[in-house]
């Protein structure tokens, strides 16, 4: 407790609370106090979709981010918690007759694990295509897809403090080793960078490597200040600590070690960028998450902001308008509104292409240039980052715009096409090329970069 008593800040009282992490999983979720207003026939159901996704979440959640009296269309209530909703009905059903009849683990688990096959756990070819050879070998725990960036999954930074109910990772949260992209090896990833000059960006990711101490962070960032990896410019953290543990910055043990380290990265000459992801506003509505805010930034860190549209939680350009003001107001810089990837309770968070475009448009309406910094609708798909750039009609045909943001090629980088309209579409893979084309302009080249 007694890091606690240095804090010196506005609103002191309300960073005390909560200083000590305390979590919940399927097996505590009876434990949660502000659930015992439920039925009993609603938790369980919490059970039922717990049984099959990833459910955790921590004391911090859901005393200061949940209002309790708005359930269930709270934002972060819908961010952290089960819904019955999120499986298919038969899925549903077929897991909850299980868990009625008390069947035995290895028969929940059986079925949690045929559910789980048909969720698309691994979407975008992230497992075949990205992962880099090294002296002939797959080198695990990272990914190289564009050329300037190599992502690193540290294998201490493979949970978060809370999981995302529509989390794209979800498939690496459920105990089964062979689905990680993990890596311990910080050896192995400073050699790779170190033999591939063009890398400018290391971004670690996870999970979420904040989750990590920082004696663990500084084995792996400490080295980027070698004359090797001089050519390694940005280091970039992807992290949702600053909704899901604010703490992390203020409160923790190590917390001022972790500024210091990152703060001495920067001192080097580093750009060091701290990839937050915020889905609401009410994200950021905390003392202690703004004190965390000032904290880094005053560490010469530059924070940048960066979430998918996901359907009852922010597919309301009024709730973006404000999350981006606010993060304006904070000296957040708004990065990138994404698609929420086909995986996972995808029918349950989806959002047509049409009315994402419609979010980003009206929400950017509303918003000074300061907060226009922000690109999306982005879909991370299998050739890339593909933007929504707008929906017309040209030559009698409806159609959509669409432009790489990054590109596995990077001379598709920048390219625009077009795909026909389809009001139904969520996803890229939805998309036909327009104007009775068989095939958009890089369809062969992927192919052949997939072996097909
Ligand atoms: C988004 C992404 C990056 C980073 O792209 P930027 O446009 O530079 O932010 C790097 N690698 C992968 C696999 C990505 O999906």
Same mark, same amino acid.
């Given at each position: ?94 897991? &909850? ?12 688990? &059986? ?107 500084? &084995? ?41 380290? =990152?703060?001495? =990265? ?31 930034? &005053? ?70 240039? =300061? ?30 715009? =669409? ?50």
């Amino acid at each position: 407790m007694n890091h606690a008593i240095k804090i010196m800040a506005p609103g002191h009282e309300a960073l005390t609370q909560n200083t000590r992490f305390q979590v919940y999983t399927e097996r505590q979720l009876d434990k949660i106090r502000p659930l015992e207003r439920f039925t009993k026939e609603q938790r369980f159901e919490m059970h039922v979709v717990a049984n099959v996704l990833p459910f955790r979440v921590n004391q911090y959640v859901i005393d200061e981010l949940i209002d309790w009296n708005n359930i269930p269309a709270d934002p972060v209530f819908q961010l952290t918690f089960p819904q019955r909703n999120m499986l298919e009905p038969e899925d549903f059903e077929r897991m &909850a007759e299980a868990l009625r009849r008390d069947a035995q683990r290895s028969e929940i688990q &059986a079925i949690a694990v045929d559910i789980r096959s048909k969720l698309n756990p691994h979407p975008a070819g992230q497992q075949e295509m990205n992962v880099p050879v090294f002296h002939g070998e797959p080198l695990p725990g990272t990914q190289h897809k564009y050329r300037e960036t190599v992502l690193f999954f540290p294998s201490q930074g493979q949970v978060c403090h809370s999981y995302c109910t529509f989390c794209f990772r979800w498939a690496q949260f459920i105990g089964d080793k062979e689905l990680r992209f993990a890596s311990n090896e910080a050896g192995n990833l400073h050699k790779y960078l170190a033999g591939h000059k063009d890398v400018t960006d290391l971004l670690m990711t996870g999970g979420d490597p904040m989750v990590m101490k920082t004696h663990h962070l500084k &084995a792996y960032l400490e080295a980027m200040l070698r004359p090797a990896l001089e050519h390694v410019q940005n280091i970039r953290i992807g992290t949702k600590s600053l909704t899901f543990w604010p703490q992390r910055y203020v409160t923790d043990e190590d917390a001022h070690e972790l500024l210091a380290l =990152l703060e001495r =990265l920067v001192k080097a000459g580093k750009h060091v960028a701290l990839m937050a992801h915020f889905n609401h506003w009410r994200e950021m509505d905390t003392p202690i998450v703004r004190e965390a805010v000032r904290r880094i930034r &005053a560490a010469g860190v530059v924070i940048r902001a960066q979430a998918p549209i996901v359907r009852n939680i922010n597919d309301d350009p009024a709730v973006w308008a404000k999350m981006w003001r606010t993060q304006v107001g904070m000296g957040i810089i708004p990065y990138y509104m994404f698609v929420e990837r086909d995986t996972g309770a995808k029918r349950y968070f989806e959002v047509p292409l049409e009315r994402t475009y419609q979010i980003y448009r009206e929400a950017i309406q509303q918003v000074s240039g =300061l907060a226009r910094t922000v690109r999306g609708p982005s879909m991370s798909a299998g050739p890339g980052k593909v933007e929504i750039q707008g929906i017309v009609e040209l030559n009698g045909e409806k159609i959509f715009i =669409l432009r790489f943001i990054q590109g596995r090629n990077p001379d598709w980088v920048q390219r625009i096409f077009f795909a026909k309209y389809d009001p139904e579409a969520t996803w890229f893979d939805d998309l036909k090329p327009a104007f009775g084309e068989e095939k958009f302009f890089f369809t062969d080249e992927y192919n052949a970069m997939q072996g097909v």
